[in-house]
Every structure is written in C-alpha cells, then in structure tokens.
C-alpha cells in the first residue's frame, strides 16, 4: 500500500456514508381507507355496527420525530336502539314502559390537523443517525366534524397512535387508530333520549377510526448528507 493511499481513504469515507444517507422530504400526501364505529345513543360497545371510512391527508415533516398532520375524512355510519342494554324510554320524560325504536344510517364529515410524536426517528436507511423503517408514533390535534344523520356540527379532538413503514424511499405504509371525542350528542340524531342531559365532552357522542395509509413523500429537504440541522 503506498503511502498515498490511506489519505486517499479517509477523503473517499464520507462521500460513501453520504451516498447511503437519506434524501429527506418534508411533505407526504396520500389516502387511507378502514372501519369506523360510533360510541352513542345507538351502540355502547366497541367494534359494534362497524362502518367503511377514508379520507385523504398532508403531512408536513418537522424532523424525524416530529410531524403534523392535516385530514379530511367520511365515514359511513349506522345504528340502532334495538340491541342496546340501557332502557330507553318511547317517549323521553314521559312514564311509559315502551322502548324506544329508532334506528339511523348517514355519514360524518371530518377536517383535523393533528401533530405527530414519533418514538423513533423515521427514515429508509438507518444511516448515521440510526434511522428505522417501522416507527410508533402518538398523535393529538382539533378539528370538527358534521354529521349528515343529525344535522349537526361539532368541534372534536382526535387522539390516538399508530405504525408507519417505509415501503420505499418515498412510499410510506401506516396503520392509524384515531378516537374523536367531540362536544354533540346529536351525531346518531338522537339527543338526551334518557332525558340526562350534559355539559363539554361528558355524555356526548364520539367515533373510532382505523384506517390502513398509504403516502407518498416530496419535497426534498436537502440532497447532501449534512443533516445536523434538524
């Protein structure tokens, strides 16, 4: 080895770690499709009255562990009084022994912004900053939601967790769990049927979403492999 040839080396190291380094995008947008249920006037048990819902959403990446999240989704919704436990009087207010028969189809509006915490930094390549392809992740936002079943609009608050997984550089695959804690009691188009009426999120209706994503990353950050600026 001639004396030229280990300078030649360490030069050549950093432009092969830097070829393997991530191109860094800071947006994604894509589609999700999944089940939804309701927790009502019509249904008090998970999975019960399962409809189909999707939507589509943005994301703008902070950094690999921060992200914020902008969606607009429907959900096909569904109920019925007949299979629920708790006496529902016919007439609410009035003594009668009649249960009460009612039963909805329609669908829910929603528009979110919600930010995303990730456990782990996501990227493709783990590269020198450790980066893996399947990454948990907490999220939490505001938003509101219209159903058609009820007439009504309400504020909400998405919360839930997730998975995503780099399908390729620039394709990401997720699974999203969302619970929207909203302020009506009108979304099955039934209100204080018991005639127990209440006040903020307390006794109110509110929905689960899970949905299977696909997105599609642009907008690239930086081409180089200097990524100490996130």
């Known amino acids: 080895m001639s004396r030229f040839t280990l300078p030649l080396l360490f030069l050549l190291m950093p432009l092969s770690a830097c070829a393997q380094d991530d191109v860094e995008y800071r947006m994604e ?3 999700g499709l999944g089940a939804h249920f309701g ?3 019509t249904n008090y048990g998970f999975f019960g009255q399962i409809g189909v819902g999707g939507g589509v959403l943005w994301r703008y990446v902070f950094n690999p ?3 914020l999240k902008a969606q607009l989704g429907y959900a096909m919704t569904k109920g019925n009084t007949q299979g629920v436990e708790d006496f529902q009087p016919a007439a609410p207010l009035t003594p009668s022994t009649d ?3 009612y ?3 329609g669908g829910l509006v929603n528009v979110d912004v919600l930010y995303e915490l990730h456990f782990l930094p996501y990227g493709y390549r783990a590269g020198y900053q450790g980066y893996k392809r399947l990454v948990p ?3 939490l936002g505001i938003g509101g939601v219209y159903s058609t079943a009820g007439k009504a609009f309400a504020p909400e608050i998405p919360l839930g967790f997730g998975l ?3 399908l390729a550089e620039r394709l990401n695959l997720g699974f999203d769990w969302q619970i929207h804690f909203t302020t009506s009691d009108k979304l099955d188009g039934l209100e204080a049927p018991q005639g127990i009426k209440s006040e903020g999120f307390k006794n109110k209706d509110y929905y689960h979403t899970a949905y299977i994503t696909l997105t599609y990353s642009f907008a690239p950050r930086c081409k180089t ?3 100490d600026d996130w």
């Open 137 to 139: 992740y907490l999220q």
């Open 99 to 101: 249960r009460l028969q």
């Open 103 to 105: 039963k909805f189809s």
């Open 225 to 227: 492999c200097n990524k």
């Open 29 to 31: 947008i894509g589609a």
């Open 39 to 41: 927790i009502n006037d």
């Open 65 to 67: 562990r921060n992200a």
């Open 164 to 166: 995503k997984y780099k």
